[in-house]
């Protein structure tokens, strides 16, 4: 999960820098901007990561906790 956040900003990261530097922004600037960018993205992807990771586990927990827990007639064999 860490592993695409990292992803995520830093292509984000050069993304933003490409877009500053086609617009005229000074270097110094752009890097800034896109340094910043890259760390919003980071964290928003961190958290969506989690999220989703939370809703799959709740999900599988839910479906567990549904199962019928006695035996399951219809898979006897009859005599």
């Known amino acids: 999960m860490r592993r695409t956040a990292w992803g995520i900003a830093t292509a984000g ?3 933003m820098a490409i877009v500053g530097m086609a617009y005229g922004v000074p270097p110094l600037v752009c890097a800034t901007r896109a340094l910043g960018g890259a760390a919003v993205l980071f964290v928003l ?34 005599n």
């Open 13 to 15: 990261f050069f993304v």
């Open 45 to 78: 992807a961190s958290l969506a990561g989690r999220l989703a990771v939370s809703l799959v586990v709740q999900a599988f927990l839910e479906h567990v906790a549904r199962r019928p827990k006695g035996k399951d007639d219809s898979r006897e064999r009859g």
